[in-house]
């Protein structure tokens, strides 16, 4: 009897010791409540933390964490805790992009031309002025301003010219030699574009050749009297108005040659046997490219000069005398 009491009485602590074993194991997890320290939430500051934690206020590159917020009757936080300055690694300098004023002036260095380019409008940095000066010209225009660049003309683009009347030139050139400058034309000339290819053709393939031959020498320069010029024929009242004034005409007074020789358009003396030779050929082969060639004989106001136009006739005439 007393085995079998004894037997209950352990059968019935052993709820209770699982029941001590299970809250044991829980309190050792950490699941129980414990105390914890009371704060001052709304007092802390970066410095509280930087004291109670070394090792954040000497890493440079740990940020310290927010203080928290105190959250008022009406459900609205505020920030309670002022965060310092704290040093961060220095970021790589981004790539400097050109700015528009720099890209503009870049366009236009790209754009400019050297002075030996010479044969064509200046550029324009500005792509609508572009567009625009490339449709003022005419397409006869810009091919006789190729074949100038071909033959080695040197001339520069004028502003338009409007003296009234038929004293005009919508697209003159100042032309200053031909054969890429090794022939100089003194004073520059103001002329069209047509007048400038006859000549600059009349001055490669018969001028030159003849002084060759006549004097063994080549052309240094070539001395004009008058290009553009408002005016009638010969200064003349009454008359019509000259070729000079649509710059569609040019006059040679002189030429130099490169061994110094100064050959003078003017009636030649007696024993001028290569003079004579010269302004002969010139009087005759011109009219192979111009509608007009007066010299000295013809009249007195053509006596110390050469006279070249590209007039047009009714019947195609050509004046050559």
């Known amino acids: 009897m007393g085995i079998a009491l004894s037997s209950a009485l352990r059968l019935e602590r052993i709820p209770v010791m699982l029941a001590l074993c299970a809250c044991t194991a829980l309190s050792a997890c950490g699941m129980g409540e414990t105390p914890r320290?009371?704060?001052?939430?709304?007092?802390?500051?970066?410095?509280d933390y930087a004291s109670q934690s070394p090792q954040i206020a000497a890493d440079p590159l740990v940020v310290a964490e927010p203080a928290p917020s105190v959250v008022?009757?009406?459900?609205?936080?505020?920030?309670?805790a002022q965060?310092?300055?704290?040093?961060?690694?220095?970021?790589?300098?981004?790539?400097?992009?050109?700015?528009?004023?720099?890209?503009?002036?870049?366009?236009?260095?790209?754009?400019?031309?050297?002075?030996?380019?010479?044969?064509?409008?200046?550029?324009?940095?500005?792509?609508?002025a572009r567009g625009q000066a490339a449709y003022a010209l005419s397409g006869s225009e810009a091919a006789c301003r190729t074949q100038l660049k071909?033959?080695?003309?040197?001339?520069?683009?004028?502003?338009?010219?409007?003296?009234?009347?038929?004293?005009?030139?919508?697209?003159?050139?100042?032309?200053?030699?031909?054969?890429?400058?090794n022939i100089k034309l003194k004073p520059a000339a103001t002329l069209n574009c047509q007048m400038t290819l006859a000549f600059a053709?009349?001055?490669?393939?018969?001028?030159?050749?003849?002084?060759?031959?006549?004097?063994?020498?080549?052309?240094?320069?070539?001395?004009?009297?008058?290009?553009?010029?408002?005016?009638?024929?010969?200064?003349?009242?009454?008359?019509?108005?000259?070729?000079?004034?649509?710059?569609?005409?040019?006059?040679?007074?002189r030429i130099t040659l490169n061994n110094g020789k100064a050959i003078k358009v003017q009636k030649?003396?007696?024993?001028?046997?290569?003079?004579?030779?010269?302004?002969?050929?010139?009087?005759?082969?011109?009219?192979?490219?111009?509608?007009t060639v007066l010299g000295p004989g013809y009249d007195r106001f053509h006596g110390d000069h050469f006279h070249f136009?590209?007039?047009?006739r009714r019947n195609g005439r050509r004046a050559c005398r």
Request: aromatic share 6%.
């Open 83 to 128: 965060i310092a300055d704290i040093p961060q690694a220095e970021q790589p300098a981004e790539p400097e992009t050109p700015s528009l004023a720099r890209a503009e002036e870049e366009e236009a260095q790209t754009y400019q031309s050297s002075p030996d380019e010479y044969g064509f409008p200046a550029s324009v940095p500005d792509p609508v």
């Open 268 to 291: 030649p003396g007696l024993f001028s046997f290569r003079q004579r030779g010269l302004l002969n050929s010139v009087r005759s082969d011109a009219c192979d490219y111009f509608t």
């Open 150 to 181: 071909r033959l080695g003309v040197v001339f520069t683009e004028g502003e338009p010219i409007n003296d009234g009347g038929v004293c005009r030139i919508d697209h003159p050139l100042k032309v200053s030699g031909f054969a890429s400058g």
């Open 37 to 47: 320290p009371s704060a001052d939430v709304g007092s802390s500051t970066v410095a």
């Open 201 to 253: 053709r009349w001055v490669k393939s018969d001028l030159t050749p003849s002084t060759r031959l006549r004097y063994l020498s080549g052309i240094n320069t070539i001395h004009q009297a008058s290009s553009y010029s408002c005016r009638t024929m010969s200064n003349q009242r009454g008359r019509a108005m000259s070729e000079h004034s649509r710059g569609n005409a040019l006059d040679i007074s």
């Open 309 to 312: 136009d590209l007039m047009q």
């Open 72 to 80: 008022d009757d009406a459900g609205q936080s505020s920030e309670t």
